[in-house]
């Protein structure tokens, strides 16, 4: 494992990416690193395709993750996964939850939600991590909490210690949540096996 | 000294706090909102949420001429909306500072245009400071101050969406009070008849002659020695950008990019076979260059259009990537209303109507799009009673459509009363709507006159808009629950067929305000598939195999598809 990473996360708005990619970039900056992330707000997050850029390294100067060289895609969605694919550098992995939120052309019937998402996204990418985090998050009673287990998924490929992510977990959270999301993210590095 | 990672925005609060910033205004605007959302959780400084732009400005004029070092901030288009007051400020001066803060947004991730605001330095003669990350965001915005008050002359900070919204390392110092100047009566200063405005230009000219010359010697630029032939000037993000393209390029960085530090750049370009412009937008740097007649490439090669990226400078301007095939047949996810949104209620009416809708700017835009198409026109803030009103006008007698106006209950105080009254004025037939959603919604729940809450949490007058309406002169107003389909078809109907002008307020809490009901649901064996719920364009809602199912995590039980199914199918 190396100490600099180009993390591309993804989903739909209201899914917690942005929550993901801060406790993510506060971890990454604990461990003593450079860090940039990047996001926006706004129209795109009433129910549109959300990402976010985390970057870390030594020393970062562009906060967006140029096209073709992310080492990790973080999916909360099928279709997201395969929406941002080509952001994946030859070498990237992807994480990916198998959850699907049908987009609204494909609600009114215009288009339809292709069947062959995850075999796709196994062909575009060195290696494919299915995490059903929606699902784990739902079985500890708060699907809210999809984030935190696909950030305790991902955190099995980092070099950042898994203390310094519960420490930025219980800063980041309400402390009535402080219990669930620790367990969430314990459960997350489980599913990485 | 600690170290937090910050968002651009977060870090200019932080930086006007540090620097005893006292009094700050605003009206929210994307990318520029979360910077007095940070700051008024700081101690010893007033915050509020102005009425527009042009007040708010005013109202940070008004505070730094009493003595107090004052913010104003507003996203590129709201600068329109302020550029009465702004001209007028720079001939003015300051007493204590007074920093602007233009949030652009390359891109257009949540604006209707994508203007570059350096301009306004040019045309309103104005510095402007543009950072390239959070931790120039808050070094900038201090020095900002010290500028404005060196130079008795406002101070444009100008920022764009990848400042605003990215997290980069900061360090954190404590605040340096700013105590209060005396203010004193100065009628040659701040009274602009136009005999004081004719000394005044003068003295402008002259203050930006003196600010070139701070910039070349002063001014936050630097050079970074890299390959001696081969050379890029950059400012703001496209710096970054820049930089991670060429690695081994000798740059010249521009913190400050109004008035230009010519000679900083005529000694930088001495000896460059190759120099670059890189910047987003408009080729601000690169004209002013080329017309000290050094030969740069810039615009000829980079786009105008939309936001840079590394890959963007790369491909425009260095060997190009590797090809990247996007994924082919991936649904498109635009956004949309939300579950529940009370404006879907007036959209469904509408939608089913021969009449012309004029939009305007917040949430309720998005049912321009399908299933709604319910806008004829979205222009800028507080555009749809005005346009609306030239629009009826011009068809006259002779097309029997009526014009709609729809605007929200923010944007109605923003911009919208002054439209409306000029409707009753020059005897208008209008229809105008006033989606209430006791919220500004799209920039993410922010207070406005109408919600009887402060940015700093006090209580005050909650001004209702169905008697605003009437004080400006219209006599039939109506107000309405959106979530009322049934009731308000015939309500619809009778206005659409009456002389106008009306206002229509339909008053209901943002859905995402508001505790959710229950989920509703389908009973398959009574649903015939007739898809007339799905006009609604709810995103809880779908068709399987031939029935409508409800989508139970995401459904918060507002019952508008109840109201429409002839089965009774939804419970």
């Known amino acids: 494992m190396k100490n600099s990473a180009n993390i591309l996360i993804c989903g739909v708005g209201g899914q917690g990416v942005l929550l993901f990619s801060d406790v993510l970039s506060a971890s990454a900056l604990a461990a003593v690193l450079d860090v940039k992330k990047s996001e926006v707000h706004g129209m795109a997050q009433r129910g549109g395709s959300v990402t976010s850029h985390v970057r870390f390294a030594p020393k970062v100067y562009s906060p967006l993750i140029e096209e073709g060289t992310a080492d990790f895609l973080v999916a909360f969605e099928q ?28 609600l009114m019937g215009t288009a339809e939600y292709p069947t062959d998402v995850i075999d796709r996204v196994r062909a575009g990418a060195a290696r494919v991590y299915v995490v059903e985090a929606h699902k ?58 | 000294m600690s170290k937090k990672l910050l968002t651009g925005d977060e870090a200019i609060a932080q930086g006007v706090w540090e ?44 505070a730094c001429l009493a003595g107090a070092r ?59 400071l543009t950072p390239s990350d959070s931790q120039e965001a808050k070094d900038f915005a201090k020095l900002a101050f010290e500028i404005s008050e ?24 404590d605040r340096k009070e700013a105590p209060v100047r005396t203010y004193a009566k100065n009628f040659a200063k701040t009274n602009l008849l136009p005999s004081n405005a004719r000394p005044l230009h003068r003295s402008l000219e002259e203050r930006m002659e003196r600010l070139t010359e701070f910039n070349n010697t002063k001014g936050p630029n630097r050079i970074e020695e890299g390959q001696k032939g081969f050379g890029v000037i950059a400012d703001g993000v496209a710096y970054q950008y820049a930089r991670e393209v060429f690695p081994k390029a000798s740059f010249l960085k521009l913190g400050m990019v109004h008035p230009l530090p010519t000679k900083t750049v005529r000694k930088f370009a001495a000896g460059k076979k190759k120099l670059y412009v890189i910047e987003e937008t408009d080729p601000f740097l690169e004209l002013q260059i080329k017309a000290l007649g050094i030969k740069v490439i810039g615009k000829d090669k980079l786009p105008l259009l939309d936001e840079l990226s590394p890959r963007v400078v790369r491909n425009s301007l260095a060997e190009p990537g590797p090809e990247l095939k996007p994924a082919q047949g991936v649904p498109s996810r635009p956004p949309a209303l939300c579950p529940g949104c009370p404006h879907t209620g007036i959209f469904y009416l509408l ?47 002779d097309d029997k459509r009526r014009v709609v106006t729809m605007i929200g209950d923010s944007t109605f105080f923003h911009m919208g009363m002054t439209g409306l009254v000029n409707t009753v004025y020059n005897k208008g037939n209008s229809i105008t709507i006033v989606v209430d959603n006791r919220t500004t919604g799209m920039t993410g729940h922010q207070d406005h006159p109408g919600t009887g809450k402060t940015l700093m949490g006090q209580p005050t007058k909650d001004l209702d808009i169905v008697q605003v309406v ?63 719920c799905l006009q609604l364009g709810c995103p809880a809602m779908s068709l399987v195999e031939d029935k409508v199912v409800i989508d139970e995590s995401l459904c918060g039980g507002c019952a508008m598809c109840v109201e429409l199914c002839g089965r009774k199918a939804i419970v």
């Open chain 1, 79 to 106: 279709l997201e996964a395969l929406r941002y694919l080509y952001y994946l550098s030859p070498k990237g992995r992807v994480l990916i939850d198998p959850l699907k939120v049908k987009p609204m052309p494909v």
């Open chain 2, 19 to 62: 620097a005893g910033c006292r009094v700050a205004a605003a009206y929210p605007g994307t990318p520029s909102t979360e910077i007095l959302q940070a700051l008024v959780k700081y101690p010893n400084v007033y915050c509020e949420w102005s009425a527009n732009e042009k007040v708010a400005l005013e109202v940070g004029l008004g």
């Open chain 1, 136 to 193: 784990t998050a739902k079985e500890l009673g708060e699907t809210r909490a999809q984030n935190i287990v696909m950030l305790g998924a991902l955190s099995r490929l980092l070099s950042i210690p898994e203390n310094v992510f519960q420490d930025v977990i219980r800063q980041s959270v309400k402390a009535k949540l402080v219990d669930l999301n620790l367990k969430a993210f314990q459960t997350g590095r489980k599913l990485l096996k």
């Open chain 2, 150 to 173: 060196e130079f008795n002359v406002p101070v444009i900070l100008r920022i764009t969406t990848r400042i605003a919204h990215s997290k980069t390392v900061v360090e954190i110092e």
């Open chain 2, 351 to 397: 939608q089913r109507k021969e009449v012309i809708v004029t939009g305007d700017i917040g949430c309720y835009t998005l049912g321009s799009y399908p299933p709604h198409n319910a806008m004829d026109t979205c222009v800028c803030m507080g555009a749809s009673i005005s346009v609306g009103h030239g629009i009826e006008k011009a068809l006259g007698q």
């Open chain 2, 70 to 128: 004052a913010l104003v901030t507003m996203k590129h288009v709201g600068l329109n909306v302020a550029a009465d007051p702004l001209f007028s400020s720079a001939y003015i001066g300051t007493n204590a500072g007074l920093v602007i803060v233009s949030a652009d947004d390359p891109g257009m991730h949540s604006s209707q245009n994508e203007q570059d605001n350096r301009w306004y330095g040019v045309s309103a003669k104005i510095p402007v």
């Open chain 2, 470 to 532: 009437k004080a400006l002169g219209i006599d039939k107003v109506h107000l309405l629950d959106p979530y009322k389909i049934k009731d308000n078809r015939p309500l619809f109907r009778q206005i659409l067929s009456e002389p106008g002008p009306a206002v229509i307020v339909s008053r209901r809490p943002c859905a995402l305000l508001v505790k959710r009901d229950a989920p509703k649901r389908v009973k398959p064996e009574e649903c015939n598939g007739c898809k007339l």
